[in-house]
């Protein structure tokens, strides 16, 4: 089955590139980028030997979820952390996140309606896109609830996502800004999400203890706001959650094949 996106206003980013190799007499097949209006382009490609008819397998496609972020800000959009991730590791790219949200917060404070939370934008995303890999990149803005309450939503939400998505490798980032300190009840929180993931055969990526943001420039990284990342932490995001999917195992993730 062949997905394809739509979304709403500029607070919810959706990018999908996906660029497909057939090894057929030379042949290369290539399947366009989603565009926002829901329409696709596509070709196919015939071998002059056989007159036989190849259908492409699709690209191998990451699903990143999050908030503003995970989005990108102050025009970043294609150079946001998680489509420069896509880039280098190979892997068409969807982005759900709206600036503001959360797990549980909706972002209506700030976006009157606009924006909603991850769980109310779930069925939309597996209606909608494929995916071998999920990065879960949310929370910041769930902080000031209980922990209970925010480790109970959490818990729903992946574990509808493995409902969703039953094959898929599933990575969850710990909620955190760009700091080399922990904020009260994190590591409660990392062991909460530790058992979460392991729940569902999902792995765990702690910025703290991996040192993201460990003997670096932090304010040269930010926008004016001082929280959110520049052009220069974007590209460094990048860099250090490349290394660490990889590190995970997930250089190697392939899309299956066959038709999708």
């Known amino acids: 089955m062949t997905r394809s996106a739509l979304r709403r206003g500029d607070v919810r980013a959706v990018v999908l590139l996906a660029i497909v190799t057939v090894a057929a007499a030379g042949v290369l097949f290539a399947r366009g980028a989603a565009e926002p209006s829901g329409t696709e ?9 056989t007159s036989a008819s190849l259908v492409p ?16 800000v102050g025009r970043i959009d294609n150079a946001s952390y998680a489509r420069i991730v896509c880039l280098r590791m190979g892997w068409a790219c969807n982005v759900d996140a709206e600036g503001s949200t959360g797990f549980l917060d909706d972002g209506a404070a700030e976006y009157q309606g606009v924006t909603s939370r991850l769980p109310a934008r779930l069925d939309f995303d597996k209606a909608t896109f494929d995916a071998d890999a999920i990065i879960v990149d949310a929370g910041r803005n769930d902080l000031e609830v209980p922990f209970d ?5 959490i818990d729903d939400y992946v ?4 409902e969703g998505w039953p094959d898929a490798r599933i990575v969850i980032i710990v909620p955190t800004f760009m700091s080399p300190e922990k904020y009260d ?5 990392v062991a909460g999400i530790d058992a979460i ?3 569902v055969g999902g792995q765990v990526l702690d910025p703290v203890a991996r040192g993201w943001y460990a003997n670096v420039d932090i304010p040269s990284m930010q926008i004016e ?3 959110h990342p520049n052009a220069v932490g974007n590209a460094y995001l990048a860099g250090v959650l490349e290394r660490d999917l990889r590190e995970l195992g997930l250089g190697d993730l392939t899309a299956p094949e066959g038709p999708q």
């Open 159 to 162: 574990s509808d996502l493995r």
């Open 57 to 72: 397998s699709r690209a191998t496609t990451a699903l990143w979820v999050g908030d503003s972020y995970t989005a990108g």
């Open 185 to 189: 009840n994190y590591d409660e929180l």
């Open 41 to 49: 382009s596509s070709a196919t490609s015939t071998s002059t030997s």
């Open 197 to 199: 993931a392991a729940k």
């Open 149 to 153: 309450v925010l480790i109970g939503a």
């Open 225 to 227: 706001d001082r929280v």
